[in-house]
């Protein structure tokens, strides 16, 4: 019998991390990155070193479509006889048979999102959730267009049916966001513009919208939209470095950028209703080579822990701890209350 979906009271009073990863990422493995994989159990012992109840968790990346050929440049070019048969298809089935099937006894801690290409094989992909979504639940999407080198601004045109099949299912729908130029593939501007042609579903931003005043004023003024704080200590550091170089300080929130704490502090005291902690489990941690945009690449050198973020959310009061590490996130799952 398939699993059932827990509703919203079987999670409320719970921690709850917002934002993780598990799976593999052999781009990363062959580049000799890191980091390059997680999973459900590992997931778990981290759970019990932070006290934290539940999990939001999703696919690490879509590499199993692509040539492994270009992984060493870091391209991904769709595979000529792929070992998924579409995006995020081997790695949503296999992270599903990972809490249900291979770790039931750890099912109740984890709330899984399906990752979906925002451009490529949208008909196959629809087919392939639709397949899946009979046999386990799912309780989000999680898009994130530079991990799959696929343009946000696609699900306004090829890629709207999957935004019809999240509203369908009432499935809220979690985006990788960037607040900066020089990666093209996940923009702010583009996704915003989704949010507004799409009011009935909800979006959550991840990494703090880079902590940009601007931004994060209009994700506060939209009903249906939260921020994450996904990776915070290396979003802090690497943004520390920039602001007030060779970005306008005016722009960003006016804090101490050497203590990722005090943004968190800042960031819900602003915002006590729209933030949600998450962890970006493993991924808070960052050293790779990502292509950015066409003929774009950075090399990324940032390296957190999980004990970091942890840090990040015991660094509030009880209540706001309350808020931003459970009740927002159950906002943004099951609709606000
Ligand atoms: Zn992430």
Same mark, same amino acid.
């Given at each position: 019998m398939a699993p059932e979906k827990m509703m919203r009271a079987a999670w409320s009073g719970k921690v709850i991390d917002g934002h993780s990863h598990a799976g593999v990422s052999l781009k990363a493995y062959a580049l000799g990155e890191y980091p390059y994989a997680q999973t459900i159990e590992g997931l778990h012992e981290q759970q019990r070193t932070g006290g934290v109840d539940a999990t939001v968790v +999703? @696919? +690490?990346? /879509?590499?199993?479509?692509? &040539? @492994? /050929?270009?992984?060493?440049?870091?391209?991904l070019t769709p595979a000529a006889a792929p070992l998924s048969p579409v995006p995020y298809g081997a790695e949503?089935?296999?992270?599903?048979?990972?809490i249900f099937d291979y770790c039931p006894e750890l099912s109740s801690r984890f709330l899984p999102f399906v990752s979906i290409d925002p451009a490529r094989e949208v008909p196959a992909q629809l087919q392939a959730l639709k397949e899946l979504l009979k046999a386990y639940p799912a309780y989000g999407i999680k898009v994130n267009p530079v991990g799959c080198q696929s343009r946000a601004g696609a699900l306004l045109d090829i890629g709207a049916p999957l935004l019809d099949f999240a509203e369908?299912? &009432?499935?809220?729908?979690? +985006? $990788?966001?960037?607040?900066?130029?020089?990666?093209?593939?996940?923009?702010?501007? &583009?996704?915003?513009?989704? =949010?507004?042609?799409?009011?009935?579903?909800?979006?959550?931003? /991840? $990494?703090?919208?880079? +902590? $940009?005043?601007?931004?994060?004023?209009?994700?506060?003024?939209a009903p249906n =939209?939260? =921020?994450?704080?996904?990776?915070?200590k290396i979003q802090v550091e690497s943004m520390g470095h920039?602001?007030?170089?060779?970005?306008?300080?005016? &722009?960003f929130l006016d804090v101490d950028y050497t203590d990722h704490r005090a943004v968190m502090r800042s960031l819900c005291a602003r915002y006590p209703r729209k933030i949600i902690w998450g962890t970006?489990?493993?991924?808070?941690?960052?050293?790779?080579?990502?292509k950015q945009g066409e003929g774009i690449y950075y090399d990324f050198r940032l390296k957190g822990f999980y004990s970091d973020e942890i840090a990040a959310l015991k660094a509030l009061t009880p209540e706001l701890q309350a808020r931003v590490g459970g009740a927002n996130a159950l906002d943004f799952i099951f609709g606000p209350q």
């Amino acid at each position: 019998m398939a699993p059932e979906k827990m509703m919203r009271a079987a999670w409320s009073g719970k921690v709850i991390d917002g934002h993780s990863h598990a799976g593999v990422s052999l781009k990363a493995y062959a580049l000799g990155e890191y980091p390059y994989a997680q999973t459900i159990e590992g997931l778990h012992e981290q759970q019990r070193t932070g006290g934290v109840d539940a999990t939001v968790v +999703f @696919p +690490f990346s /879509a590499d199993l479509y692509f &040539d @492994p /050929a270009g992984f060493a440049e870091g391209q991904l070019t769709p595979a000529a006889a792929p070992l998924s048969p579409v995006p995020y298809g081997a790695e949503n089935r296999l992270l599903m048979r990972e809490i249900f099937d291979y770790c039931p006894e750890l099912s109740s801690r984890f709330l899984p999102f399906v990752s979906i290409d925002p451009a490529r094989e949208v008909p196959a992909q629809l087919q392939a959730l639709k397949e899946l979504l009979k046999a386990y639940p799912a309780y989000g999407i999680k898009v994130n267009p530079v991990g799959c080198q696929s343009r946000a601004g696609a699900l306004l045109d090829i890629g709207a049916p999957l935004l019809d099949f999240a509203e369908e299912r &009432d499935l809220p729908l979690l +985006f $990788h966001v960037t607040t900066l130029p020089g990666e093209e593939y996940s923009q702010a501007t &583009d996704i915003f513009k989704i =949010v507004e042609r799409r009011p009935r579903l909800r979006f959550c931003m /991840a $990494h703090g919208l880079l +902590f $940009h005043r601007a931004w994060l004023d209009r994700a506060e003024a939209a009903p249906n =939209v939260w =921020v994450d704080t996904a990776a915070l200590k290396i979003q802090v550091e690497s943004m520390g470095h920039e602001i007030g170089r060779t970005l306008s300080a005016g &722009d960003f929130l006016d804090v101490d950028y050497t203590d990722h704490r005090a943004v968190m502090r800042s960031l819900c005291a602003r915002y006590p209703r729209k933030i949600i902690w998450g962890t970006d489990s493993p991924a808070y941690s960052w050293i790779c080579r990502r292509k950015q945009g066409e003929g774009i690449y950075y090399d990324f050198r940032l390296k957190g822990f999980y004990s970091d973020e942890i840090a990040a959310l015991k660094a509030l009061t009880p209540e706001l701890q309350a808020r931003v590490g459970g009740a927002n996130a159950l906002d943004f799952i099951f609709g606000p209350q």
